[in-house]
């Protein structure tokens, strides 16, 4: 809840331009610094706020970073990433496999 509520500003944005027309796609992105309570110093997070065509609720991706690239950049970059990491899992997994001698 912490990450959406200082996220806020931008959503709020989003609510403007989604309001004209609800049946369209609609994306946004962000940034801040935070301080986790465990956390020594405050790190970097970048956000996407989309909202999918034909539907009324938001979604997020928060992602802590170092990396010095544009958020869309980073939030493109870990997507991506997460998408080869799951299709080697899947490899990975014999029961996905079929060997034939």
Known sequence: MALTAMAQDKADALMI???????????????????AGSWRSERRVVFKIEKPA???????????TNMEMEPYQIISYYCNRGRIENF???????KFLTFKK
């Open 54 to 64: 034909n539907q009324f609720t938001f979604m997020y991706t928060f992602i802590v």
């Open 17 to 35: 331009v989604v309001k004209r027309n609800a049946a369209e796609y609609a994306v946004t992105y962000g940034e801040f610094m935070y301080k």
């Open 88 to 94: 080697i899992g899947e490899c990975k997994d014999t």
